[in-house]
T-cell receptor, first 115, second 113 residues
Framework: DTAVSQTPKYLVTQMGNDKSIKCEQN?????MYWYKQDSKKFLKIMFS???????INETVPNRFSPKSPDKAHLNLHINSLELGDSAVYFC??????????????FGEGSRLTVL | AQSVTQLDSQVPVFEEAPVELRCNYSSSVSVYLFWYVQYPNQGLQLLLKYLSGSTLVESINGFEAEFNKSQTSFHLRKPSVHISDTAEYFCAVRTQGAQKLVFGQGTRLTINP
């Protein structure tokens, strides 16, 4: 069974469209994250939720809206997609806030391509 | 705020040669340090971590890293690499009390036969 699963794995869409990426973890963790990895492999945190509450919200355009219906799910909705949104988006989870033990569990990534 | 610098974007080595991937961090308070590995088309996996105690930490697949507070470094080493070690390696830091993990830019390790 996959611990952190994201769907879809690949997403190709046109500029201006709205799309969502879903994430689910079956590890019983309280904290979930979205990271963006650009074409140069640089990883930057976007959001973090702890028990359905937003705790980290980096400088991200408000076109990006995370939603956590329960602590096992963290979805990412993106409005009015732009070329610069093309990246691999990783979902992750940890047992506690900030991953104190160091163990962030990552999904396999969702590669978004905006044309 | 904390930051992490990985000094080499790419490191090519021959199989069975030793390797060192360099990582320096910047923080005014105590830190927790990590190395993650990303194999092609996969997510990141924790390789090893330093939280406290012994400054030399090891992974199950032969990698080790040493926390050097005076040099603010956490370099990753392996005495003899294998083709299967080909991957992107990320150093990460979290300061005490901070909520987020900050990653370095990554180092691509390429093993040549």
């Amino acid at each position: 069974d996959t611990a952190v699963s994201q769907t879809p794995k690949y997403l190709v869409t046109q500029m201006g469209n709205d799309k969502s990426i879903k994430c689910e973890q079956n590890l019983g963790h309280d904290t979930m994250y979205w990271y963006k990895q650009d074409s140069k492999k640089f990883l930057k945190i976007m959001f973090s939720y702890n028990n359905k509450e937003l705790i980290i919200n980096e400088t991200v355009p408000n076109r990006f809206s995370p939603k956590s219906p329960d602590k096992a799910h963290l979805n990412l909705h993106i409005n009015s997609l732009e070329l610069g949104d093309s990246a691999v988006y990783f979902c992750a989870s940890s047992q506690d806030v900030g991953g104190h033990t160091g163990e962030l569990f990552f999904g396999e990534g969702s590669r978004l391509t905006v044309l | 705020a904390q930051s992490v610098t990985q000094l080499d974007s790419q490191v090519p080595v021959f199989e069975e040669a030793p390797v060192e991937l360099r990582c320096n961090y910047s923080s005014s308070v105590s830190v927790y340090l990590f190395w993650y590995v990303q194999y092609p088309n996969q997510g990141l996996q924790l390789l090893l971590k330093y939280l406290s105690g012994s400054t030399l930490v090891e992974s199950i697949n032969g990698f080790e890293a040493e926390f050097n507070k005076s040099q603010t470094s956490f370099h990753l080493r392996k005495p003899s690499v294998h083709i299967s070690d080909t991957a992107e390696y990320f150093c990460a830091v979290r300061t005490q009390g901070a909520q987020k993990l900050v990653f370095g830019q990554g180092t691509r390790l390429t093993i040549n036969p």
